[in-house]
Every structure is written in structure tokens, then in C-alpha cells.
């Protein structure tokens, strides 16, 4: 482990990537179908995961990937908050 790699890092570094792809999809499914501001909250709880985990990863990211994902979690964010509203 590199002196500047956390131990939560170093965990999901080793999960299964098909998996955490597949559980993040069944999460943001049932958000979607979720009533309301249940929805809502539990997309805007998983965009700030994601905006911590591409903090911590940008400085590794091409300039494209970093494009993709900004665009994403802007998507990601205004279909939270369009079903919170």
C-alpha cells in the first residue's frame, strides 16, 4: 500500500469490478422507481460518493475520462433533484 493510500482505498481497489458495477446499477434502478424524494435523496447520497471517490482519483484520469465523468454525475445529479422536486 503507498504511503498516501487509505485503507478504505485500498479495499475497493480489490472488489470485484463487475460487481460494484452491478450493485451500483440495482442501486440507482430502485432509486429511480423509488417514490419521490426517496428517490431523490438516495441518487444525490450516491452522486456524493461518487464525487468523493473522482476527488480522490483525478489526478490519475485522463483529461477525457475526467470529461465522461463530470457529464455523468452532472446527469446523475439533475435527475436527483428533478425527482425531488
Do not use: D
Not at 33 to 51: D, E, T
Not at 57 to 70: E, G, H, K, N, S
Amino acid at each position: 500500500m503507498q504511503r498516501t493510500q487509505t485503507p478504505l482505498l485500498a479495499r475497493l481497489a480489490r472488489l470485484n469490478p463487475t460487481t460494484v458495477f452491478l450493485a451500483t446499477l440495482v442501486l440507482v434502478l430502485v432509486a429511480l422507481f423509488a417514490p419521490g424524494a426517496v428517490g431523490g435523496l438516495v441518487l444525490l447520497a450516491l452522486a456524493a460518493l461518487l464525487v468523493w471517490l473522482m476527488s480522490v482519483t483525478w489526478p490519475v484520469q485522463r483529461p477525457a475520462t475526467r470529461m465522461v465523468r463530470l457529464l455523468l454525475l452532472t446527469l446523475l445529479i439533475a435527475v436527483a433533484l428533478a425527482k425531488l422536486l
